[in-house]
């Protein structure tokens, strides 16, 4: 596999991320908020925190975190209908992925009986949606529990490290970072990678679409999904930071 003489439809290089930015406290109510921005990618992160924690888990003094996911109907090129008679497939697998990435970045036993309430509507999609639901999940994470931090309620390491996620595929025997609509759509191989800031897996998302793809190609997605993580979390960690200033 190589990656001389290959133009990207946006003229990147095959191991450059979209520009990201993030939007805290885009909305005024919940306890959490940002708007990420990923290329043409937009996602609303919302944190709820509340108290109690589903009728299965209560008395065991541990709190939970679980997570919801939308499409806007005109956040795609057609309009994407409002799921009002039950949850496509797709939607019930991503909102899964997003709730069981972030309570890895959650010490759900310091946080006493409580749950997080994680709301990611995706406001415009051009590829990437659930990495950047993750991505931005996080930090509407952290900026939610902050409060309860700094009130005494939580303990400080209730919070863990920054979780984040990119997407890599294989076109035309080439791998490449972080696929826009348009590349995901022709992509022989799509991967979706989530890991912490330590560069420790939390899951992996892989899928040949049109045949199965090679131990060698594999490697060259898993290390440009690592380099580019941590220099998502880096972007996590400013904005966090900042925020807080």
Request: hydrophobic share 40%.
């Amino acid at each position: 596999m190589t990656q001389i003489n290959f133009t990207r439809p946006d003229g990147r290089r095959h191991d450059q991320l979209r520009p990201i930015t993030f939007d805290p406290h885009f909305i005024e109510y919940p306890e959490g908020s940002v708007l990420i921005n990923w290329g043409q990618t937009r996602v609303l992160c919302n944190l709820t925190i509340e108290e109690g924690v589903p009728n299965w888990m209560a008395g065991r003094g541990r709190g939970w975190l679980t997570a919801e996911y939308a499409l806007l109907p005109r956040s795609t090129l057609t309009r994407t209908s409002r799921e009002t008679h039950g949850l496509k497939g797709r939607t019930q697998e991503i909102r899964r992925l997003i709730g069981r990435a972030l309570r890895m970045a959650v010490d759900l036993d310091r946080l006493g009986e409580r749950t997080l309430l994680l709301d990611c509507d995706v406001i415009q999609a051009d590829g990437g949606t659930r990495v950047a639901a993750i991505t931005g999940g996080y930090v509407a994470l952290a900026l939610g529990l902050e409060s309860l931090i700094k009130s005494g309620q939580v303990d400080p390491d209730v919070l863990k490290g920054p979780i984040a996620a990119v997407s890599i595929g294989i076109i035309e025997d080439h791998a490449l970072l972080d696929l826009n609509y348009t590349e995901d759509s022709q992509a022989d191989v799509d991967l979706n990678i989530v890991m912490d800031s330590e560069g420790r897996f939390i899951e992996i998302q892989g899928t040949a679409e049109n045949q199965p793809f090679a131990h060698e190609d594999l490697n060259k997605m898993v290390n440009l999904a690592n380099d580019a993580i941590q220099d998502i979390v880096k972007l996590q960690k400013q904005i966090l930071v900042k925020s807080a200033t």
